[in-house]
């Protein structure tokens, strides 16, 4: 069947007035138009869709029938119209961000900030690891994500925003708390309370202790950074965190930053998109917020 929309338009129409003449009057056709856009229906269709019984027009059954469909063809196209107009329309867009568990407050706080300023915005935020935002990306699941250094081996842009520093941190009575450079060499006779691999803070610091052919002892092994605090404060061993999450525990005074070599290890924050993916208006807003406020929202 090749059946237009306009057709259909026509079609309800007439169904809805059941009379040629008010159907042209409400679309502002003429009469005869009317008559022709129904003809060519029902030659589409092979089968009649109005009879004439006396001075009334009536529906046939095929006609009826193809009332239904076309109400629910014209319904779907409303949806996707209010859709694409939500699209297009950063004040009631949505977004959809992964971010790294480390990334987790400061990037709380922004979205916070970008939702104040779009108020009818939806934001779905995923918090997880690398390994996993590294499949998300690869599934095409997120319309952005924050991460540490972008995957190599995935087509995606990646846009540097912000340092991370990557620190060592201790119990305040620890013995290594407040000595100068400390070696390398010492951290490596420490056991350490680490992430799981998978962690970009993980993979970070291992590379910086084989690089030095360090080995030290695990004495635990957290997927969560807020735990592997508490366990380097209970005394557990050393950690290694970005000091993007030790805001409150420096502050009063729960643990402390070592002075050593290497440290702090620099890394960065990145906003990572697919390349060639289509981003939506409220997308690239969010993008452009980060830009201009990450720095402010990092200090707390
Ligand atoms: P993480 O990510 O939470 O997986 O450690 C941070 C990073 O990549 O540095």
């Known amino acids: 069947m090749h059946v237009t929309i306009r057709q259909l338009g026509i079609f309800n129409a007439v169904a809805e007035q059941l009379s040629f003449t008010r159907a042209a009057a409400q679309l502002y056709l003429t009469q005869p138009a009317v008559s022709l ?72 706080r922004l979205i916070a900030a970008f939702v104040k300023q779009h108020p009818g915005a939806t934001v779905r935020l995923d918090v997880t ?12 699941q997120k319309d952005v994500v924050v991460m540490g250094q972008p995957p190599d081996d995935l087509d995606v842009v990646g846009e540097a925003f912000m340092e991370n520093p990557l620190m060592v941190i ?55 950074n807020g735990a592997l605090k508490e366990a380097v404060a209970a005394g557990l061993g050393l950690g290694v965190v970005s000091l993007h999450t030790l805001e409150p525990e420096l502050q009063i005074g729960s643990l402390v930053t070592l002075n050593a070599e290497h440290f702090p290890i620099l ?34």
């Open 37 to 108: 856009q129904i003809r060519r229906l029902e030659e589409q269709v092979g089968l009649p869709l109005f009879e004439q019984l006396g001075k009334r027009i009536f529906l046939t059954d095929a006609g009826r029938e193809l009332v239904g469909h076309s109400h629910r063809i014209f319904d779907e196209l409303d949806e996707a119209r209010e859709m694409i107009a939500q699209m297009k329309d950063i004040s009631r867009g949505t977004l959809s961000i992964a971010v790294a568990t480390t990334a987790s407050s400061f990037a709380t």
């Open 129 to 140: 690891n690398r390994r996993t935002l590294i499949e998300q990306l690869g599934d095409n």
């Open 170 to 224: 201790a119990s305040p009575d620890h013995p290594l708390a407040g000595r100068k450079r400390i070696p390398i060499e010492e951290l490596g006779t420490q056991p350490f309370v680490v992430r799981e691999s998978g962690s970009g803070t993980r993979s970070a610091m291992q590379r910086l202790f084989e690089q030095h052919d360090i080995r030290p002892a695990i004495s635990i092994e957290i997927a969560d």
């Open 267 to 300: 890394r960065h924050w990145y906003l990572v998109c697919r390349k060639g993916k289509r981003l939506s208006p409220i997308v690239l807003a969010f993008k452009a917020f980060v830009f201009e406020h990450a720095a402010d929202l990092a200090q707390g």
